[in-house]
């Protein structure tokens, strides 16, 4: 199973998105993901408009959902506390990714949600969170 929380709206989630600088160790966390589109490709400049463009999609395509503009039973929206929307996505599987939308909720957290491999008291942690707030 995994989610996201919606923090922020999209216009801003997509302006992160335009300053993220991608570089040869984010395509090691695209197939700690488990997508493998680019596994042995040449890091170079067309790669990196390759990658932004995915994350560009997967990013209107989470925000769809979160909007109720799109539809899937395999994704489930919520709130907490009246004003944290989450979306969740998962089930049972064989080894494979249990849902279709899985593998690009992942990528949305591991790129535009909190960074996984960040200690939460680290500067990293603190300068995202007060990047995300303000």
Known sequence: MTYIEIKEPR???????DKLVITEEDLERFDSCGFYEWEGEEFNSDLVVKIKTKLGE??????DFAEG???SR?????????DR???????MSWGDDPTDHFTDF????????YPSHVSPDSEEA????EEVNA
Do not use: H, N, P
Not at 11 to 17: D, G, P
Not at 85 to 91: D, K, S
Not at 106 to 113: D, Q, S, T, Y
């Open 85 to 91: 929307q989450f979306l969740i996505t998962g089930g």
């Open 11 to 17: 216009e801003k989630a997509k302006e992160r998105l």
């Open 74 to 82: 395999e994704i489930t929206t919520f709130e907490l506390d009246g």
């Open 106 to 113: 992942w990528i949305f957290f591991e790129f535009l949600g």
């Open 69 to 71: 503009k799109a539809y």
């Open 126 to 129: 603190k300068k995202w969170k």
């Open 58 to 63: 997967i990013l209107d395509s989470v925000y």
